[in-house]
């Protein structure tokens, strides 16, 4: 009789402990699934924003053409001058 009871006792363990699993395993997938879904909707939002970037880069170099040669050049310089900076104090050390 003991034994039968140890035996029906260790049974419902082990069911209990594989549907806490299964649980598991199921919450774990969902909330995958969900990171994934976030992923995804982000992933397509950056793609619109870069793509309206782009046309509006584009646009502005068309109708300012000579104001964006001057932007890129004078962004290039700053950019060099940075760059000198920096490496010249990395010398000195």
């Known amino acids: 009789m003991f034994e039968k009871n140890?035996?029906?006792t260790s049974?419902?363990?082990?069911?209990q402990t594989s549907q806490a699993a299964d649980q598991a395993i199921k919450a774990t997938q969902h909330m995958a699934s969900n990171a994934?879904?976030?992923?995804?909707d982000t992933s397509h939002q950056l793609r619109v924003k870069?793509?309206?970037a782009s046309e509006n880069t584009v646009n502005y170099i068309k109708h300012e053409p000579i104001k964006s040669i001057l932007i890129a050049a004078a962004t290039?310089?700053?950019?060099?001058a940075l760059i000198s900076l920096i490496s010249g104090s990395r010398?000195?050390?």
Not at 36 to 40: K, L, W
Not at 76 to 80: E, N, R, S
């Open 91 to 93: 010398s000195r050390h």
């Open 36 to 40: 994934v879904d976030r992923i995804m």
């Open 11 to 15: 049974a419902n363990l082990v069911n």
């Open 6 to 8: 140890l035996a029906d």
């Open 50 to 52: 870069a793509d309206h």
């Open 76 to 80: 290039g310089a700053a950019l060099m």
